[in-house]
């Protein structure tokens, strides 16, 4: 068993997007998991994928606020590990208070997947997560929650160095291997249009070896939720 079977049934929360919360299916799924006093809850944003994407900090700012008036959470802070690392990192989460939700944003995948790595922040998303946090990915966020990002390299959108800031082999499956807390399986979004056709899927799964796992295909506004040992797809 890997350590991606363990997560699925560690009781961990998940709200795993194509293109963030955007139906109402999702939305009152993560209002039901963040219970009956959301006032009392803090969220972790995470805004780095957002910014290799050319999204400014006041961009990332407006969207964690957002967020956290439509769900009436207590307090919402952008953290970005890539700037913020190790003990640092460790004191401001710290300093949230009860972490409710861990918020990881779009963007480019690779450089959100090297910076958590980089800065200790695998292990605090955890940590937190062990303690009730619920995890919501959109697009990058989703990826980078799965078994690989190496998803990305299906539809290769994704600058891969990061604007020349990363210098990695993301072909080595190590490297790219994800945060892998969806239950062992790896995540793929915006398959919309012709990546939503299944023979295009297999073929890339097939391409790039990912054959061995599952694989959960969503178009945007579709989501997929992990409660526990319960896991089902959302529109």
């Known amino acids: 068993e890997g350590p991606g079977e363990a997560a699925g049934r560690s009781g961990h929360r ?11 299916g999702l939305k009152a799924e993560f209002r039901r998991m963040l219970g009956t006093s959301p006032e009392n809850l803090s969220m972790w944003y995470i805004p780095t994928a ?9 961009l990332a700012s407006r969207m ?3 967020i956290g008036r439509e769900f009436k959470l207590g307090k919402v802070e952008v953290i970005d590990p890539e700037h913020v690392r190790g003990n640092d990192l460790r004191e401001r989460v710290d300093g949230l208070g009860k972490v409710g939700v861990v918020w990881a944003e779009m963007g480019n995948t690779y450089a959100l997947r090297h910076h958590l790595r980089e800065s200790g922040g695998d292990e605090l998303v955890r940590k937190l997560m062990d303690k009730g946090a619920v ?14 990002v190496q998803m990305a390299f299906w539809k290769d959108w994704d600058d891969r160095s990061a604007d020349g800031t990363i210098n990695v082999n993301w072909e080595d499956p190590s490297i790219a291997r994800g945060l892998d807390i969806a239950g062992g399986r790896s995540i793929f979004p915006h398959a919309n249009g012709r990546y939503a056709n299944k023979s295009w899927q297999d073929q890339q799964a097939q391409r790039h070896g990912h054959t061995d796992h599952e694989v959960v295909k969503l178009a945007d506004g579709e989501g997929f939720v992990i409660d ?8």
């Open 14 to 24: 998940l709200i795993l997007t194509s293109d963030g919360l955007t139906s109402g």
């Open 50 to 58: 957002l910014i290799y994407e050319g999204g400014s900090a006041a």
């Open 64 to 66: 964690a606020q957002g």
């Open 135 to 148: 995890y919501v990915g959109s697009s990058a966020g989703s990826i980078v929650a799965g078994r690989t």
């Open 228 to 235: 526990g040992d319960k896991a089902y797809p959302v529109v």
